[in-house]
C-alpha cells in the first residue's frame, strides 16, 4: 500500500479509513457526537501542551524537534481522526463545511482591513 500524502490523499479517502478503522472494533457505538467533539478537544489540549510555557518563538523550534515532532504528528493526527469520525458521524461534508466557513471568515476579514492584523472582526 502507498503511503498516504497531503498531495495525494483526498478528504474521502481519509474519512472511509477513519470509518473502516471504527468500524472493525465496533466503536461507532461510543461515537455520538458528543463524546467525539470532547475527544477532539482533549486531544486538541494535548497537542498544545508540548507549548505549554513557551515563548511564540521557542514554539517554532519544539515544532521541527524530531522527538517532539513525531509527539506533536500523532497528536495532530489524533485531532484530525477525531474530526473527520465528527464528520462521518454526523454526515457532515467536510470540504463543503470549509468552504463555507471561508465564506464567512472572508467577509468578516476582508483583506483590506485584517491583513497583518489579528484583531477579532468586531475590532477591524
Request: aromatic share 8%.
Amino acid at each position: 500500500m502507498e503511503p498516504m500524502t497531503d498531495g495525494a490523499t483526498t478528504i474521502a479517502e481519509l474519512k472511509t479509513r477513519v470509518m473502516a478503522f471504527a468500524r472493525e472494533r465496533d466503536w461507532e457505538q461510543f461515537h455520538a457526537p458528543k463524546n467525539l467533539s470532547m475527544a477532539l478537544a482533549a486531544e486538541a489540549g494535548e497537542m498544545m501542551e508540548h507549548f505549554l510555557w513557551s515563548t511564540t518563538e521557542a514554539s517554532h523550534t519544539i515544532a521541527q524537534d524530531p522527538v517532539k515532532r513525531q509527539k506533536i504528528a500523532e497528536e495532530l493526527a489524533d485531532v484530525v481522526i477525531y474530526a473527520l469520525e465528527f464528520a462521518n458521524i454526523t454526515q457532515l461534508d467536510v470540504a463543503a463545511a470549509i468552504e463555507a466557513k471561508m465564506k464567512i471568515n472572508a467577509a468578516k476579514y476582508p483583506v483590506e482591513k485584517a491583513r497583518g492584523n489579528s484583531a477579532k472582526y468586531t475590532e477591524l
